[in-house]
């Protein structure tokens, strides 16, 4: 592999425009997501989010493109593309009224018809697109569309020394990236501190019950389809007018499923959904950077979509282990040690994300069995391969026992902790190893990420809750 | 079924043998264009029907085994189609424009004498003292017309600088009274014109201005009429003003575009101007440019004092007739025979005849008719198609059995699109790797390979489900967006061979195709039509006749009770998601080993969601499957046949695909119509038995039955 083209690549991960790209291709998946996750909460999930997505992106184009003609060159520059949005968004309002009525007037199945939604989506826009433009795949020189105004920080602050980082990660974003933040924070506060949104949780987690306490569960589920369209809008029109300027067919590209998986990642609740759009972000943007490297564009293409079951995978596993836990607090009553359980549970965490993290080897190792060539060819590919596939699969078999049965970690402690901080290490130490990599540090990169990777991996092990299972242990041992 | 049983549903059953009867005539007759001869000319046209009659008998079971519901599955499809239909219709909203646009031409017919010869700018040339002929031209004269206040120069020059020629030229008004003359040029005319004048022998009337409107004519003459000199002198009339006062003459067409749609300021109605003398009688004509232009064209014979003398806005078929090949069609408009009033210049207006609203409407519907037949008979106009419909329902039919399966045990696993492309790269690389075993060992085996991938990649998101209730609808969807990026991965970086043009694998070895059974052209249906016949039965004994179809009709029906009962739901919900992918990774196989015969990039494109709808249609009951997506097929490849030949995008089909999931799950629709049967006939019939409950959702009823 070219090693200097390794280390721009590398240089380019750790940089502030790094993270200026993570938030810029999250927003799309945010928004939809928190859309995602007021209709889940409310009982009623919106499959059609990758429909209503296309729909409006298509919708927000066609307007902004047509408002020069109506309103002239310079007002239609400027009003244009807020008229695409708010066109875009009422037609995604559209969507989500149809799904709404077939799912709960007509009784029609919501998963179903969440996917005739997608279906419908995509159709509709692609013949629409050719009926309008004779296009067929995007409209990228037939439509003149808009983009949604960028916003630039004021200046002074790109010279005041620690702002000035942040400064670059925030500066030059698309208003819809502002947006999609802020409303995290408008989400919390519809969720938790209005009427109307205690309402939506209660339905969702019990809709006879609400209904017995006179809430009207049929409404309050309407209400949580449409706004789940809007935010699904508002990323199609991220899509189409500040991601892209133009649309193209199918855009959106699985972003509306992947938001269906980020409200479980993120526990059902706004600020957790914008930290697993932010993983997803990610792991897009990784995906980006990584492209140049001399391996194949399908393999880091799999990674966001690889994270979402692994996610899916974390929280039931997760979910489980709160049941679990539940039972025994009731079973136990005042002999609970609920310090104890908290500590299990967050390093029961700690197991199965490293295990999945290993699952990304193995994936990469079988696609450099599958298909060498893209790897500098097999006498490459294979030992790497094998190397990769080898030490993935002992990470996962060395944390998997602790996974299956929780209570191994309080049970072997010190097995527990060498699994655990092991792994950590690995991954650390390759973190750091590469990081330093791109510093002045180059040449003592090896070394020194061992050494930070083990010092890491233990302290995050004792901070989870480590430290206080050695106690536990030790008292369990003396008395 | 025993003999009181058998006896009652008699007619029921001669209602279906009658109707699968019908169903394979009518696509025996259409495909063959209704003539024997066609037929028996055909290759394998004995297989070709014996397919129909596959095809007859799938109807068969579909009115057999869902009944009345059969009757809903397809008004629910016709209302899907008539909505499909509103679609189309938008695409041809301005159908009724090309009676406004395209090319056209004016002519004005006349066998009189031209009332004039030239106009502003055009160059006479005559050759003068010919001695070879008897009367050698000495003298020449032109008319043209011009307008008050002209103000034009006459020339009369000779090209050749050697020829020695001296002309003259004079002037005349239409009273043959001379009204300027000259017999030279002055140093500085010369400069003046030096385009036209070469030597102080030519003439030249310089900056006259016109008295009035009309015709004026110009003698150009030899000034020694005597002499031997000889050659070629050419007359010209430039005017200031620069425009001719007429466009066009006598029997000469001219013509632009009207409504052109790229145009930025598009024509929407011309005027051409012609000089003529009292008495002339004159056809005036204005027709489309070519046979397939429609422009349906009116036109208008304006005289010199602004006065409409005559207007057309068609022709007759005798007038057709007369002047073809100008005019090609009644929308062509002629005025005929017309003799003017007096000499002057006269205008000829033309313009499309406006659209009325009933035309715009009738045009819209009448196209969209046009274009829904192609679409609705498409895949039996020509026996290519027909296969093209075979094959792709051979896949979709595979398809829709998977679905069933998972959906019969009530999860929305819609992994297929990720089994089928495992299924297809193992079938595709175990025949490129070893393409030269014996076809009867190494098609079984890829099929087999395929099926157990699919079945292995199917068996993730199961156990992923059932021991950890992941989202199964999330998993799978993830997992083929990853499947389907390994696919890719594989066939670019892999099996692409190094010269090939696009991304795909070499071609398989005859050894690993699936053998045809019809080919037309090279299109093929292959034994895959047997192979199925085995998979659908496979199926239906599975779902129908073994403990573990039990057990998935039983999760459907209702888990809870299920696992009362002492089902173990996580182990038959994991198994049915695996052998789904089983069965779709040998769709997977088919479309490589069977279709393309090769591994292609986009393989599936989508192919898992059309499986829901021909599982939905078919109520998730295996038997009823195979003619769903017989079904669903042929609106597919129709809508491929509508998008080549009428123009319009075939995701017509998909929006069609939609509206029919939407209205095939939407309970309530049929409980609303049950509730009027149910009133109309003032019993409730309960010892039906059919699959009257609608949706996903298996009548308990129904898995006792089963």
């Known amino acids: ?479 | 079924m025993n003999q009181r049983h058998f006896s009652r549903h008699l007619p029921l059953i001669a209602f279906s043998v009658l109707i699968g009867l019908g169903v394979m005539f009518f696509i025996t007759y259409r495909v063959f264009g209704g003539s024997w001869e066609t037929m028996t000319n055909a290759p394998n046209y004995v297989s070709l029907i014996i397919v129909n009659a596959l095809i007859g008998f799938c109807v068969l079971l579909f009115v057999v085994e869902l009944r009345w519901d059969a009757l809903r599955v397809i008004l629910t499809v016709i209302f899907a189609l008539l909505l499909g239909g509103l679609v189309t219709a938008v695409f041809f909203l301005d159908a009724a424009n090309k009676y406004v646009q395209g090319e056209f031409r004016v002519q004005v017919v006349s066998d009189a004498e031209p009332l004039i010869d030239m106009g502003y700018g055009d160059r006479m040339t005559e050759l003068f003292n010919n001695p070879n002929v008897d009367e050698p031209v000495k003298e020449v004269s032109y008319q043209f017309v011009g307008r008050e206040g002209d103000e034009i120069a006459v020339l009369a020059y000779v090209e050749d600088r050697n020829a020695d020629l001296d002309m003259a030229v004079a002037l005349l008004d239409a009273n043959d009274e001379v009204l300027a003359e000259a017999s030279g040029a002055t140093e500085e005319q010369l400069r003046t014109f030096r385009r036209y004048l070469k030597t102080e022998n030519d003439a030249v009337i310089e900056s006259f201005v016109l008295p009035a409107d009309g015709t004026y004519s110009v003698v150009a003459r030899m000034e020694n009429p005597d002499s031997d000199a000889r050659g070629e002198a050419t007359v010209v009339v430039v005017s200031e003003g620069g425009e001719s006062p007429v466009d066009m003459a006598y029997n000469a067409p001219v013509g632009a575009t009207f409504n052109a749609p790229n145009a930025s300021d598009p024509i929407t109605e011309a005027a051409y101007r012609f000089a003529g003398s009292r008495g002339d009688v004159i056809s005036v004509l204005s027709y489309a440019a070519r046979s397939n232009v429609a422009v349906d064209l009116e036109v208008a014979l304006v005289g010199p004092d602004g006065a409409v003398l005559a207007e057309s806005t068609g022709s007759t078929a005798e007038q057709v007739a007369a002047y073809r090949p100008n005019l090609n069609s009644e929308r062509d408009a002629i005025i005929e025979g017309f003799t003017l009033p007096a000499s002057g210049i006269y205008t000829v207006r033309t313009q499309p005849e406006p659209l009325t609203t009933s035309m715009r409407i009738s045009e819209t519907v009448s196209q969209t008719a046009d274009a829904y037949e192609t679409f609705l008979l498409g895949p039996l106009s020509r026996q290519n198609r027909w296969v093209i419909w075979m094959r792709d329902a051979l896949t979709l039919i595979m398809l829709g059995l998977a679905i069933a399966i998972v959906f019969r045990a009530e999860q929305f696993s819609l992994g297929a699109d990720g089994q089928l492309y495992f299924g297809a790269l193992a079938a595709g690389a175990l025949v490129l790797a070893f393409g030269d075993l014996p076809k009867i060992l190494l098609v079984p085996v890829a099929l087999l390979s395929a099926a157990t991938a699919g079945f292995l990649w199917g068996l993730v998101p199961g156990v992923l489900k059932a021991y950890l209730g992941a989202n199964e609808l999330v998993s799978t969807l993830m997992l083929n967006t990853v499947a389907a990026r390994f696919y890719e991965m594989v066939i670019t970086e892999q099996l692409q061979p190094p010269d090939a043009g696009f991304t795909t694998s070499d071609w398989f070895a005859s050894n690993g195709l699936l053998t045809p059974i019809i080919d037309v052209a090279g299109d093929q249906v292959t034994i895959a039509v047997y192979l199925l016949i085995i998979l659908v039965l496979i199926t239906w004994v599975l779902i129908q006749r073994t403990p573990l179809g039990y057990e998935i009709r039983m999760i459907g029906a209702n888990i809870k009770f299920a696992n009362f009962g002492g089902v173990n739901s996580k182990r038959t919900i994991m198994l049915a998601m695996a052998i789904s992918g089983a069965v779709a990774g040998l769709a997977g196989a088919h479309l490589a080993m069977g279709i393309h015969r090769r591994l292609i990039l986009n393989i599936s494109l989508g192919l898992g969601f059309e499986g829901v709808v021909v599982a939905l249609l078919a109520r998730n009951n295996p038997l009823v499957v195979p003619f769903t997506g017989l079904l669903y097929a042929y609106l597919r490849t129709g809508a491929q046949v509508m998008e080549r030949d009428a123009n319009v995008s075939s995701e017509v089909v998909r929006i069609i695909q939609a509206v029919v999931i939407l209205l095939i799950t939407a309970d309530a629709l049929v409980a609303f119509f049950r509730q009027r049967r149910i009133t109309r006939r003032g019993t409730i019939e309960l010892d039906d038995g059919s699959g009257e409950a609608g949706g996903l959702t298996a009548s308990a009823q129904e898995v006792a039955h089963g």
Do not use: C
């Open chain 1, 1 to 479: 592999m070219d090693n200097t083209l390794f280390e721009s690549v590398l240089q380019g991960i750790f940089s502030s425009a790094f993270l200026a790209s993570i938030l810029r291709v999250t927003t799309p998946i945010l928004l939809p997501s928190l859309g995602a996750l007021i209709s889940d909460r409310a009982g009623v999930i919106n499959i059609g989010l990758e429909g209503t997505m296309l729909v409006s992106a298509f919708t927000g184009v066609v307007f902004s493109a047509y408002a020069q003609d109506w309103f002239g060159a310079s007002t239609g520059a400027d009003i244009g593309p807020w008229l695409g949005m708010v066109m875009g968004v009422l037609m995604a309002i559209l969507m989500a009224l149809l799904l709404a009525f077939f799912h709960l007037k007509l009784k029609a199945n919501l998963i179903l018809s969440g996917i005739a939604l997608n279906v419908l989506g995509s159709a509709a826009t692609i013949a629409i697109m050719f009926e309008l433009t004779g296009e067929r795949g995007n409209t990228k020189g037939s439509l003149a569309s808009l983009r949604m105004p960028f916003i630039q920080l004021p200046e002074f602050l790109r010279d005041i020394p620690v702002i000035s980082f942040f400064f670059r990660i925030f500066d030059n974003q698309s208003v819809m990236t502002w947006i999609a933040f802020l409303s995290i924070a408008v989400v919390w506060y519809f969720m938790y501190r209005t009427p109307t949104g205690t309402h939506l949780r209660a339905v969702g987690q019990n809709p006879e019950a609400a209904a017995s306490v006179g809430i009207r569960v049929t409404r309050i589920r309407y209400l949580a389809l449409v706004i789940s369209g809007v935010f699904a809008g508002l990323g199609g029109i991220h899509m189409s007018m500040g991601y892209l300027t133009f649309f193209q067919r199918d855009m959106t590209s699985g972003r509306g499923f992947i938001a269906l998986a980020t409200p479980y990642l993120g526990g059902g609740h706004p600020v957790g959904t914008g930290f697993a759009s932010l993983v997803f972000g990610f792991f897009d943007a990784l995906s980006n950077r990584v492209g140049s490297l001399n391996i194949p564009s399908q393999l880091p293409q799999m990674l966001p979509f690889l994270a979402t079951v692994l996610a899916l995978v974390i929280y039931a596993l997760q979910a489980q282990l709160t049941s679990r836990v539940r039972t025994l607090r009731s079973a136990e009553g005042e002999g609970f040690d609920a310090v104890f359980w908290k500590a299990i549970q967050r390093l029961s965490v700690l197991h199965m994300f490293l295990a999945m993290l290993a699952v990304f080897g193995v994936i990469i190792s079988l696609s450099m069995f599958a298909a060498p060539n893209g790897f500098d060819g097999p006498e490459t590919a294979y030992p790497v391969g094998a190397a990769v596939g080898a030490f993935s699969l002992a990470l996962i078999g060395i944390n998997l026992p602790f996974m299956l049965h929780v209570e191994r970690i309080g049970r072997q402690v010190i097995a527990s902790a060498a699994a655990s901080s092991l792994t950590l290490w690995l991954y650390l130490g390759l973190l750091f190893g590469l990081y330093l990599r791109t510093t002045s540090l180059k040449d003592q990169s090896i070394v020194l990420g061992i050494i930070l990777g083990l010092v890491a991996g233990i302290a995050l092990w004792l901070a989870l809750g480590g430290q206080y299972l050695m106690r536990h242990q030790r008292r369990e041992a003396s008395g």
